[in-house]
């Protein structure tokens, strides 16, 4: 991957300093939307861990690893459009996005619109050193050093459409062009030297 490679989520920021040090689990995501955009590129970049990971506990049973993989690899993922919503209904603990996801599968260009609902979840983040054999000082110390932790996590969503929008003929100019939040570099190719390849 190119070092400057613009971020899949069509942000102005490069991928790395983007999405990708929540993909990589370095800086934790302040707003539900930070999250659906990191979603968003790990299923371009191919990272279906993240996407698990970033599931609600009560989402993750119907989920693995192995079917987001599946899913992610069998499009390219072209364009991530956000709506704003009207009556927001976001609370605290509890937000709604709003997104187009643009991808290409079987030569055919896809919408997948959808309202998603994320929670701030908690958890318990422990300190202590691994694999130490624990005493009663060891365990009172722990219980001081685990810190309660929320994250926001997607739960599920509304899908407002899932339709396809185009066949692609390999010789046609590459969708890809038409979308200003395009991660692609567009520059006039067609379909079948860009995503198509």
Same mark, same amino acid.
Request: glycine content about 4%; proline content about 3%.
């Given at each position: 991957?190119?070092?400057?490679?613009?971020?899949?989520?069509?942000?102005?920021?490069?991928? &790395?300093?983007?999405?990708?040090?929540?993909?990589?689990? #370095?800086?934790? /995501?302040?707003?539900? #939307?930070?999250?659906?955009?990191?979603?968003?590129?790990?299923?371009?970049?191919?990272?279906?861990?993240?996407?698990?990971?970033?599931?609600?506990? &009560?989402?993750?049973? !119907?989920?693995? /690893? @192995?079917?987001? +993989?599946?899913?992610?690899?069998?499009?390219?993922?072209? !364009? %991530?459009?956000? $709506?704003?919503?009207?009556?927001?209904?976001? =609370?605290?603990?509890?937000?709604?996005?709003?997104?187009?996801?643009?991808?290409?599968? +079987?030569?055919? %260009?896809?919408?997948?619109?959808? =309202?998603?609902?994320?929670?701030? #979840?908690?958890?318990?983040?422990?300190?202590?050193? @691994?694999? @130490?054999?624990?005493?009663?000082?060891?365990?009172?110390?722990?219980?001081? %050093?685990?810190?309660?932790?929320?994250?926001?996590?997607?739960?599920?969503?509304?899908?407002?459409? $899932?339709?396809? %929008?185009?066949?692609? =003929?390999?010789?046609?100019?590459?969708?890809?062009?038409?979308?200003?939040?395009?991660?692609?570099?567009?520059?006039? @190719? =067609?379909?079948? $030297?860009?995503?198509?390849?």
């Amino acid at each position: 991957m190119n070092a400057i490679q613009p971020c899949f989520c069509g942000s102005n920021y490069d991928f &790395s300093s983007c999405c990708q040090p929540y993909i990589n689990k #370095e800086v934790q /995501v302040q707003t539900a #939307e930070q999250l659906m955009r990191s979603r968003f590129s790990a299923y371009a970049f191919g990272d279906a861990q993240y996407i698990y990971d970033t599931y609600a506990k &009560s989402s993750q049973a !119907a989920q693995s /690893v @192995k079917d987001i +993989d599946d899913w992610s690899k069998s499009c390219v993922w072209v !364009a %991530l459009n956000i $709506h704003p919503i009207t009556n927001r209904i976001n =609370k605290a603990t509890e937000q709604f996005v709003e997104f187009s996801a643009f991808y290409i599968t +079987d030569n055919t %260009l896809c919408e997948l619109r959808e =309202k998603s609902r994320f929670i701030l #979840e908690g958890y318990i983040k422990d300190n202590t050193e @691994k694999n @130490k054999v624990s005493t009663n000082n060891d365990i009172n110390k722990a219980s001081t %050093l685990s810190t309660p932790l929320k994250q926001w996590r997607y739960v599920d969503g509304d899908i407002i459409t $899932h339709s396809e %929008l185009a066949n692609i =003929k390999r010789n046609e100019l590459c969708p890809c062009n038409e979308y200003p939040t395009t991660w692609q570099i567009k520059k006039g @190719k =067609k379909f079948k $030297h860009c995503c198509g390849k």
